[in-house]
């Protein structure tokens, strides 16, 4: 017979909304929990119950949202539905359980929320929502849904859970709030703190705030905003791990930027070292779930560079790295699973990777790359 259970569960690092999700068990001697640490096919519940994880990936591309069902074994996508989308979104982030995806929409200065059942995508109601000015990459803690306004210089906070309702956005009050010149992803840090890119600012500069977990309100951190390189163009943004490192792709200065996170402050202090060399134009970064790997994706060197979180936070390629992807590779993201992807913008798919863990090495997977529509540029996983 099968079983399942709910558990809330937190992964803003990877820029997944957290919500409560539902684990189904193939019961073998009896009922009992599945701890949310199994992994896909472990025995758990004394080792009777079989783990049985669902996972979709979510892309955007022109005029359209795809969602990818997973194969759990060889990590192989497949296209599962696509719902109808009046442009090509810069940003995309899911939610677990009665599973909900976010699309920012800069031309319609609008975001976008679906349902998602089994990867089939619904409108939630209300969608689109306003509130936002040419929206970029977006970012979810746990409880606020963050969305830089590119050409309006701040970012607007969204609550997702309202009056018993999951899924409709309302903006918090004070929002938006002041960032620097176009922010353009955003990504929070140890849940209370909240980092954006500003891709226009002569400085390069990070704008960091703390974050009012009731009201959602945003304060600047002691310092922000921060510089990286003067016209450094600042684009993806990563807190992996346990919050205590940020690392931000400089599109237009080949590298990228190592921060350590003051865990009282949210203050930001340089790495050693920092800016590390990293391919010719590095548009996206993202992390493994264990915070020991970064990767980033180089728009015009067509590949996924990898490097190696030392413990101070120091940066060391991995072996191999430099990865071949296809043309124009934009977004990517590692999953739960230790599997990297990336869409191609201009080769319209996308490569899929498993990773070494214990080298950071890539290897594509069977059938790599993936037809995902015309043009995908965001991406995202869920559970």
Known sequence: MKVSFTKPYFAASLLLAAAAFTISC???????????????????????????????????????????????????????????????????????????????????????????VAGSLTPIPG?????????????????????????????????????????????VAGSPFPAGSGPTAAAFGAIHFLYVSNSTDPQGGISGYSIDQNTGALTPVPGSPFATLPNAGPGGIVVPGAGKLLFVALTNRASVAAFSVDSNTGALTPVPGSPFAAGSQPLDIAADEAGSYVYTADGTGNTITGFAIGSNGVLTPVPGSPFAAGTTPSRLIVDHFGRLYVTNNASNNISGFSLNTATGALTPLSGSPFTAGTQPISITSGL
């Open 26 to 116: 193939t019961v073998g001697n009896g009922p009992g929990p599945c701890p949310l640490a199994g992994a896909a096919g472990s025995n758990c519940c004394n080792g009777n119950i079989a783990c049985v994880f669902s996972e979709f990936l979510y892309a955007t591309a022109l005029n359209q949202v795809v969602s990818f069902s997973i194969n759990n074994g060889t990590g192989v996508p497949t296209m599962q539905a696509s719902v109808a989308f009046p442009n090509d979104s810069g940003g995309v982030l899911s939610a677990f359980g009665t599973i909900f995806v976010y699309v920012s929409d800069s031309p319609s200065n609008k975001v976008y929320g679906f349902s998602s």
């Open 127 to 171: 969608s689109p929502f306003s509130g936002v000015t040419a929206p970029g990459r977006l970012a979810y803690n746990g409880k606020f849904l963050c969305a830089p306004n590119s050409t309006s210089n701040n970012v607007s906070i969204f609550s997702i859970f309202n009056g018993g309702q999951n899924g409709p956005l309302t903006a």
